[in-house]
DNA sequence: CGCCGAGTTGAACTGAATCAAGAAACGTGG
DNA sequence: CCACGTTTCTTGATTCAGTTCAACTCGGCG
């Protein structure tokens, strides 16, 4: 019965638009129905529009959200300047742990470039879930790796690629972000200004 | 709330002396005795010389290793020109998933800077231990977000910092690796050519 | 001694930033 | 549907941080 479960919910995944979070990453962590139920239980659904701050200036995120639907981005401010650290597109987990671990208000936000669906979940309930299934602590050390892993290409891009190569790895990378983020933010996700960019662009 | 504590407590890893790596993450994570006892049992001590490599040209790193002693940095290989990614000293942990997580080489390799006692546990037994042993798991996710939340320092200060800033900021971070390391693989870590930080070096 | 690796210094060059101005695209109210 | 301002994007001229290439210094060591 919990197979015919798995394999159904899996078959949406590749299919059709994920209603619940769960479903897209029931295929890489197993997870009990209890913990499905308990994990669901602590996460609330919201709808937000365009430009709508999940992380407000200032203040320390306290949870993980999954974005259903739509696309945010996690920026700060440097001499006045924005600089996009990274994007979270539908279907996939935005975060932004450093405040939360250190303590500390790091300056990150977390702003939606379009209307989105997200779910989010308290750290705090998280950590008590941590303790109680050890499937629940398997899904947070499984996305934790993920985005390691991320962060460790970024890095090496970021530190020896030159500005139209690593605009080049961006287009493979997210093909479709180029239609959904203005130039501007693109420009300060790839750590050149947006003149630069545009140049780079006019070139191919 | 253990979490909010990672970094402060990360301070009491690098200055305590420690005989078994256990010793130094009991503070942060519990580990039952037949935990400790099952980790101990996987995990191999080995003396290396300088220049030693950990983790050799082209193979996966399939193992993570801790430095009782010793200096280490992970690097790859750019355009003919070493490019350092990170350092670890005595008391921490080095490893480099990326190429067992995607399983592909990425070309990171794993050099010892001075000689060094290290400890090695294969991945994959690792894993096993995730499976059976919760506290291990935990121990595992802990490890990955204090790096995680090290990365996430690192690329924004790399993004948006001049050279001279980024020079500063490695002093601060790492004064002691100044005497330990030549400055042609720090200039490879900051991202800048060694004539580079030599000059940069000579203006304070 | 002279060699060798590590670090320094100099001069020319270059990729990208900055400053400044304009062109296109977009949304909103009339 | 047009007129308007605002945001987004492009283009040009100048400046600057950092690279490149090359020569040179210094200390250690056969």
Redesign the pocket.
Known sequence: MANGNLLREKQMITTAPSINFLDSISANVKLTTESRTVLLSHMQKDHFPKGHLLVPVGSICNSVYYLERGLSRRFYLKDGKEVTEDFTAENDFACSINGYITGKADGRQTELLEPSTVWSLPYHDLEKLYDRYHNIERLGRFLITRELVEMHERLSSLQFM???ERYAAFVTRYPSLLQRV???IISSYL??????L??I??KV
Chains 1, 2 share one sequence.
């Not at 750590?191 to 630069?196: A, I, L, N, P």
Request: charged letters at 20%; a positive charge.
């Open positions: 030159s500005a139209p203005p130039l501007g750590g050149v200004t947006q003149e630069t545009s140049r662009r006019a």
